[in-house]
């Protein structure tokens, strides 16, 4: 069984060297959630590429109407700081990456 990784600032330099990694290794990993702050254009290739079961857009107002694009991905969409929370501790997943930046990674 492949592990589920969901990895938080997914089109970062340290997002994009996971998700190819991801990539290399596809019979051992997938892609469960990724998450970015606000690069929706980033987050709709990795979707495409990658087929997560979740995506999430941190600034919601990045999103800007756009959720459908990420449905036609074949994943659902949060938006939010709540949702980041909400795929980091998913019970599906088994591996979180956290590769965002400094300290807004962190919850108060």
Request: hydrophobic share 50%.
């Amino acid at each position: 069984m492949r592990k589920r990784i969901t990895l938080l600032g997914a089109t970062g330099s340290i997002g994009k060297a996971a998700l190819d990694v991801l990539e290399r290794h596809a019979e051992r990993y997938e892609l469960f959630a990724l998450a970015v702050h606000r690069n929706v254009d980033g987050a709709l290739e990795a979707a495409r590429r990658f087929r997560p079961r979740y995506a999430v857009v941190a600034d919601a107002a990045a999103l800007d109407g756009r959720a459908d694009e990420f449905r036609e991905a074949g994943c659902e969409v949060l938006a939010g700081p709540e949702a980041l929370e909400y795929v980091a501790a998913h019970d599906e997943t088994d591996t979180v990456v956290s590769a965002i930046v400094g300290a807004a990674a962190l919850k108060p």
